[in-house]
């Protein structure tokens, strides 16, 4: 596969290394001339013999929009962009390939969290900030632990640290006792892992042609991000 990637952060950059360390990934290209490139990685220059452009947000994601649906190529943007809801309708738009919605999505896949209509449902992220002194507890993984959050909307909460760890969690409790799926690494090679997952998805052909979040494909994400080596914590009760 050859991933084009447009970036100028840190979870950009990151993702660049994470695709050149997965064997699938033959070549991964940059929009950006000014960025160093080296081996299996270079400068784009025909956009057509790519099979999917990754943003983490450096460009408007209008214009990668326009460039994307000249070429007919599936485009993911690593941000939530939740006012993107129309667009071209012959290729894959997948936003939100981030921590947030991405990789929360899939820890609802997760085979210990078998989550019912009946569970109360919890999901948890973090994002860099001040932490909170009161809110919700949260039970994230190690190197974290149970930290205090804000309910940002319904059953979602975001904790907010001032280091570089981050998290991803969700909490089931129910007939079947109580379940957590998580994962506690550095924030940005989670979003990076995130990033690159979906990218690898979206040139297989997961996604419909369409506009969509990263989540509409979760099992197929856990799956991707457990083959990129993201460490995915998973605890459960006996009884409720």
Not at 94 to 104: D, F, P, Q, R, S
Not at 215 to 220: D, K, V
């Amino acid at each position: 596969m050859r991933i084009a990637l447009d970036t100028g952060t840190p979870v950009g950059f990151r993702t660049a290394r994470v695709l050149l360390g997965d064997s699938a990934i033959t070549h991964v290209g940059v929009l950006d001339p000014t960025i160093t490139t080296t081996g299996r990685s270079g400068l784009v220059e025909d956009l057509s013999t790519y099979d999917a452009l990754v943003s983490d947000g450096t460009t408007d994601h209008h214009q990668l929009i326009g460039r994307c649906s000249v070429e007919g190529l599936p485009l993911v943007l690593w941000p939530d962009l939740p006012g993107l809801a129309t667009g071209p309708s012959h290729l894959p738009v997948i936003k939100g390939a981030n921590v947030a919605i991405g990789l929360t999505a899939a820890l609802l896949a997760h085979p210990t969290a078998d989550v019912t209509e009946k569970d109360e449902v919890r999901i948890g992220w973090t994002e860099p900030g001040a932490p909170q002194r009161t809110g919700e507890s949260m039970p994230f993984p190690d190197p974290i632990g149970s930290v205090w959050s804000t309910e940002r909307s319904q059953g979602r909460f975001v904790a907010f640290r001032d280091d570089e760890w981050g998290g991803a969690v969700i909490e089931a409790i129910g007939p079947a006792g109580i379940r957590i799926v998580g994962v506690g690494d550095h924030a940005e090679y989670m979003e990076a892992i995130t990033l690159a997952a979906v990218a690898v998805l979206a040139a297989r052909g997961t996604y419909q042609s369409i506009i969509q979040d990263a989540s509409t494909a979760p099992l197929a994400l856990l799956d991707e991000i457990t083959r990129l080596e993201l460490d995915v914590a998973a605890w459960r009760s006996t009884s409720e």
